[in-house]
């Protein structure tokens, strides 16, 4: 559940919190740890502990555990490494360049923050200068020197930023674009776009009173006939002096800019415009903080929910702006653009009320790919500006396209449809030109996992990359010789970075290791910056040149923290017996595991949040507290068990969807082989076994308790959806469609709708501030059981707390409720 999980913070809470001890490449590591895991799982005994955890310092301000370094980038000259850190309940952060080859990490201060190199930016196409907006600013690097020009100086800031063909720069600010001559320093307005009706100018008399008003007063007719001079001497002399800025635009007053994108050569601009009526919310949209700061209760704003967030697509417009012509973008072009792509639910659900449902095709609600973690435009232009080539997604979630656009006819062409019967997924939808030809490059799901394609305009696309594991984050070389990327090749949950030859297809293995990682290549492609955690080490950087050894970069992990013998979970295959093939998740052991004692263990299964979102792999968890927490429920005695659960990222397209119109139904089934795993290989007693998670996690604590009762004798459900119809509608939607549509299937997921299921003990706790699953979902849950009449359920709430808790005391207090229920029900 991505979207639970950005707004949540966890999935920047994937913690980079870092380990001490220098390593290097081992070309056997990956091998021999991918042979074992081939193996039957055989459990490892745990460490054992000399000192007790406590839920004290676990759920304690996590600066103990040391700062980590957030947000790292290269430096332009690829010789270091700048990234910020903060501490928890710190409001600012602090800034620092690494040295790649030797020296310490500095500290920017505060009047050297304008000097340094700015992740994000732009080249020019001869790759000599940078263009980059700071603090809202434009300035431009020449690279060869290093100087830096700051461009403007203003309070309203530069929206976006691109080198044109001509080496000038062009900016924009709203819907205003602007161009500095580099030869001059001229800023010439290329476009002045006003979402309004254009003015009708001097206007003759059209009613039989203004028609006699200026007839009978020479005084009124005199000024009639100056102001038609005017304007004609005003219009005339726009075409022929050159220092007059171009024509205002005026598109309509009906409609807001989404998105602009300008063309290399300054020529075109392509506009996304929105229904100006659409809001991400109504006034009724609002979220009570009963400790507002003046005393009294604050209505904040907050979302849509998706019942009724009526999302109503984006038009595409082609501005020329040599010949001032404004062209309509029609779909026509892009396949299926019209088909009934769920007539098959419709009649479902009609059939359900007693009503039948007629197919008929009508064009679809169409939007820019909206991808929940690419930082690229949706509108991709070559290099001269020739071509442009744009990512369409329905708002129905059922097919991406990719389609060129004619700049002469304003047609779309499909270049490449992806089409999904449930949903395409918000992730793996990177594209882009190869430089100077007419071949694009792009990731898709279309086989089952994501992997690069390549295809040149008019011809079949080539897989680059092939194979039962998904393909993520990638990067054209500086020389676009190659294309690197991140993939799960050796073990779903375990990544390294490769590239792949773009001519002859040759695959390269660039890191070996045992975890999980995120990569960066450096500007001159010489070397990757490596974001990389184990299981009991958080994520640490790391330098590995191409072809060279890997080198750690940075070591801020508390000696408190690197010293303590965490043990390490076992990642194991869970064989599922619902068809679902293996299901991994990650295992602890008690303390003095022994599996063949009389008396069985107990045990508890925690649930991830997010749906969308891998946790049982190789890497340090972003859910660090919970793995402090099962390190802590091992030495009292319990087997723990993280669960990737149908659904899950990380397993490919069918994993992903198998959810799909049935939420917390197959994933109950995955919980349920999890605990005869549990009995069958960790001696658990299934009767003495309990569950909890938050956000998505807490509604599939609320599934499995309402629909099979005797799996769990006990479940915590934090922050919880229990009813879908009252989340988002861009995470909603592309599971389960819209209310209006597809009632079955929101009847059937939402745990309101089971809660007569409940017989085993249950605690729900919620965030009254919680902007992402509103508190409102519980009271409405917990009224619901009054009015059933169970008694088996306690709530607590937390005042002053959003989805992710920020007090350590809320985090306490929440942790020690749930310790308290499973030494109460399941000892």
């Known amino acids: 559940m991505t979207s639970l999980l950005r707004n949540s913070g966890l999935s920047v809470l994937a913690i980079a919190i ?71 309940n710190s409001a600012t952060r602090d800034y620092y360049k690494q040295p790649v080859l030797q020296g310490a990490a500095s500290k920017l201060t505060l009047d050297q923050l304008h000097l340094a190199d700015q992740k994000r930016g732009v080249l020019s196409h001869d790759s000599k200068r940078k263009a980059y907006i700071y603090q809202g600013n434009l300035f431009v690097k020449e690279l060869a020197t290093g100087k830096v020009s700051q461009l403007t100086r203003q309070n309203d800031a530069i929206d976006g930023v691109r080198f044109l063909s001509s080496g000038d720069i062009a900016f924009w600010q709203g819907e205003d674009i602007f161009r500095i001559h580099q030869d001059s320093g001229m800023i010439e307005q290329l476009a002045n776009i006003k979402m309004a009706k254009k003015p009708e100018g001097v206007k003759d008399p059209d009613s039989y009173i203004a ?62 415009l929105i229904n100006k009526d659409y809001s991400w919310r109504a006034e009724h949209d609002i979220m009570p903080n ?36 404004k062209t309509d973008i029609t779909i026509e072009g892009l396949t299926g653009f019209d088909e009934d792509v769920l007539a098959t639910v419709k009649q479902e659900n009609a059939k359900a009320i007693g009503e039948k449902y007629k197919s008929e095709t009508t064009p679809r609600k169409l939007q820019l790919m909206q991808d929940w973690g690419w930082s690229q435009s949706a509108i991709q232009w070559q290099t001269d500006g020739s071509e442009v080539a744009i990512m369409l997604e329905a708002v129905d979630n059922k097919d991406r396209w990719i389609a060129t656009l004619n700049l002469d006819k304003g047609t779309l062409n499909t270049e490449h449809r992806l089409h999904d019967s449930a949903w395409v997924n918000y992730n793996f939808n990177q594209f882009g030109w190869l430089p100077n030809s007419e071949s694009l490059y792009y990731l898709s799901e279309e086989t089952g996992y994501s992997h690069i394609y390549l295809k040149q305009q008019g011809e079949e696309a080539e897989p680059l990359t092939q194979g039962q594991f998904v393909v993520s984050d990638i990067t054209l070389g500086p020389k676009a010789e190659f294309i690197y990327y991140k ?37 001159d492609g010489s070397y990757l910056l490596l974001n990389a955690s184990r299981r009991t080490e958080p994520a640490e950087l790391f330098i590995k040149p191409i072809g060279g050894q890997r080198k750690q970069l940075t070591h801020y992990t508390s000696e408190e923290f690197q010293n303590y013998p965490w043990q390490a979970p076992e990642v194991v295959a869970v064989p599922s017996t619902h068809g679902a093939g293996e299901v991994y998740a990650r295992v602890f052991l008690p303390q003095g ?199 088996m359920f306690e709530t607590a709430i937390y005042p002053v707390e959003p989805h992710g808790f920020k007090q350590p005391s809320s985090w306490l207090d929440e942790y020690r409720r749930i310790y308290k229920l499973f030494e109460q029900e399941l000892k």
């Open 211 to 272: 028609k006699q008003q200026h007839r009978l007063i020479k005084y009124v007719a005199l000024q009639q006939d100056k102001a038609k001079q005017q304007q004609a001497y005003k219009q005339q002399l726009e075409k022929v002096d050159p220092t007059i800025a171009s024509k205002t635009w005026y598109l309509g007053d009906s409609e807001v800019v989404s998105d602009l994108s300008l063309s290399p050569n300054g020529r075109y601009i392509v506009l996304s």
């Open 593 to 791: 595991y022994d599996k063949n004692r009389a008396e069985k263990y107990p045990a508890v299964i925690f649930n991830h949040g997010a749906g969308y979102l891998q946790n049982a792999h190789y890497g340090f968890s972003g859910y660090f507290r919970e793995f402090m927490f099962h390190n802590l429920l091992t030495q009292q005695g319990y087997v723990v068990m993280d669960m990737d659960y149908r659904g899950s990222k990380g397993y490919g397209r069918d994993w992903r969807t198998a959810v799909y119109r049935n939420m917390g139904h197959p994933e109950v089934e995955d919980l349920k082989d999890g605990v005869s795993w549990m009995a069958a290989n960790a001696n658990v007693d299934t009767d003495k076994v309990g569950t909890y998670g938050g956000s998505y996690g807490g509604f599939l604590t609320f599934m499995a308790l309402f629909t099979e009762p005797e799996l769990f004798q006990a479940g915590a459900a934090l922050r919880p959806v229990t009813d879908w119809a009252h989340y988002n509608a861009p995470y909603t939607s592309n599971i389960l469609n819209t209310p209006d549509v597809d009632a079955i299937a929101y009847e059937r997921s939402s745990p309101i709708e089971h809660a007569q299921g409940l017989e085993k003990p249950l605690l729900i706790m919620s965030g009254v501030l919680d902007d992402n699953v509103f508190f409102q979902d519980s009271v409405r849950l917990v009224q619901r059981l009054i009015e059933l009449e169970k008694p």
């Open 290 to 325: 009963y400790l507002g700061q003046q005393g009294y209760v604050d209505a904040v704003p907050a979302r849509a929910r998706v019942a009724e967030d009526k999302a109503p697509g984006e038009r595409l417009v082609l501005l020329d702006l040599k010949t001032h012509k």
């Open 487 to 523: 993939a799960n090749k050796s073990h779903p949950g375990i990544d390294n970075v490769y590239r792949v030859n773009i001519t002859t297809g040759k695959d390269e293995q660039l890191t070996q290791w045992d975890g999980q990682l995120d990569y960066e290549l450096s500007p």
């Open 18 to 88: 870092l380990s001490g001890c220098a390593v290097t490449d081992s070309n056997n590591q990956t091998d021999s740890l991918a042979n074992n895991l081939a193996a039957s799982p055989v459990l490892a005994t745990p460490p054992k502990v000399n000192e007790q955890l406590t839920l004290k310092q676990i759920m304690a301000n996590p600066d103990w555990m040391g700062l980590q370094a957030k947000g790292a980038y290269w430096s332009d000259d690829s010789q270091s490494v700048y990234f910020a850190r903060q501490a928890h």
